[in-house]
């Protein structure tokens, strides 16, 4: 089993990413399972619009990290969240996906998570993702939010230490398959 986890952010110093990849690392499979992280920052391209489309096509990026959802078996992504939604640069990168192919989540099985410093977790923007993503092939599993960031996960051990979100997001992602 492949899974492909990556933070919908673009901060080099992302704590979605920090848990997507913590989240990736927890999947258990008995038969194995090859974990990949992106950094939407490899995947960088320039303010999506219908010109830019019309002058660019469909750009090697845009192409590139499509074929990376299409590699993987399941996808875990962790959403930041900026003026409760999406982050510009996950949103940007999403529109010209979408555009090469509308159902750009291949119906994979996904695990759906946020966290953000404070108590809600960037639980506005997951709610907002959870609901969109069927309409764009995606096979939401479960979603978690994590609150409180830095009073739920060990920076210097890379892992979550509340026992109750431990267990959650155990549940959730053994959904994956």
């Known amino acids: 089993m492949k899974v492909l986890a990556f933070a919908a952010s673009s901060s080099s110093k992302s704590i979605n990413q920090q848990l997507a990849t913590y ?5 258990k499979h008995a038969d194995g399972v090859e974990i990949e992280t992106l950094n939407i920052n490899d995947y960088e391209l320039p303010l999506f619009s219908e010109d830019r489309e019309a002058q660019l096509g469909q750009p090697q990026l845009a192409k590139d990290f499509l074929a990376k ?9 962790s959403f930041a969240e900026h003026n409760g939604y999406y982050t510009a640069a996950y949103k940007n990168l999403f529109d010209w996906v979408s555009r090469i192919n509308r159902e750009l989540y291949q119906n994979k099985p996904m695990v759906l998570l946020s966290t953000s410093p404070g108590p809600r977790g960037a639980a506005t923007v997951l709610a907002a993702a959870t609901a969109a993503t069927p309409n764009f092939a995606g096979d939401v599993k479960a979603s978690l939010s994590i609150p409180s960031f830095y009073d739920n996960f060990d920076m210097e051990k890379q892992e979550l230490t509340d026992p109750e979100l431990i267990d959650k997001l155990q549940s959730a992602l053994a959904l994956l398959g």
């Not at 989240?23 to 999947?27: E, G, H, L, T």
């Open 69 to 77: 959802l299409g590699q993987a078996d399941a996808i875990i992504i």
């Open 23 to 27: 989240a990736a690392s927890q999947v």
